[in-house]
């Protein structure tokens, strides 16, 4: 079994999409109302919003794939939020359902964790929807701690986790 992590560049909008939109479908079909969900389970849309980050080259993405197949996603780049400014994060990892609980998020997020850990950050956050209990079991696994924030997001809450790391 062959596993690959690369950068994202321009052209592969189509595959971000889709993996973010299946992993939605799966992930948030119990957490979001079903009309919140397929508006942002759109695949023209997300395509749109990945094809408009590839070409103004904002953030820092990676695909995974397996034996050549496509299968995760990560995004991170400096915290948008001004409250954490000189932190990272995290903004999206998502893998395609078939494959969850096999070791390819993990193998994505060491990976990413290094990639942010290399560009100089001391601490990384994510937010995560509150009832999304998998991810936030797998962040906690992962080192992250929940910091007593959180904000509404798409009609429910998401919390926000943060992990330090290491000097490069």
Do not use: C
């Amino acid at each position: 079994m062959e596993i690959t992590i690369r950068k994202v560049k321009p052209g592969d909008e189509n595959t971000l999409a889709y993996i973010q939109t299946e992993s939605w479908k799966a992930a948030f079909v119990h957490i979001l109302e079903p009309d919140v969900l397929a508006k942002n389970t759109d695949l023209q849309r997300s395509t749109a919003m990945y094809q408009r980050l590839l070409e103004g080259n904002i953030g820092n993405g990676y695909i995974l794939s397996v034996n050549g197949k496509p299968h995760a996603l990560a995004f991170w780049d400096a915290a948008r939020d001004a409250d954490y400014e000189g932190k990272a994060e995290l903004i999206a990892i998502h893998s395609l359902p078939e494959n969850w609980r096999k070791g390819y998020g993990s193998r994505m997020m060491d990976y990413v964790l290094e990639e942010i850990r290399q560009s100089g950050f001391s601490e990384v956050v994510p937010w995560v929807f509150r009832d999304n209990t998998n991810a936030r079991a797998f962040y906690e696994a992962k080192g992250f701690k929940l910091t007593g924030i959180s904000k509404p997001a798409l009609g429910t809450e998401e919390v926000l986790y943060a992990r330090t790391l290491g000097q490069p």
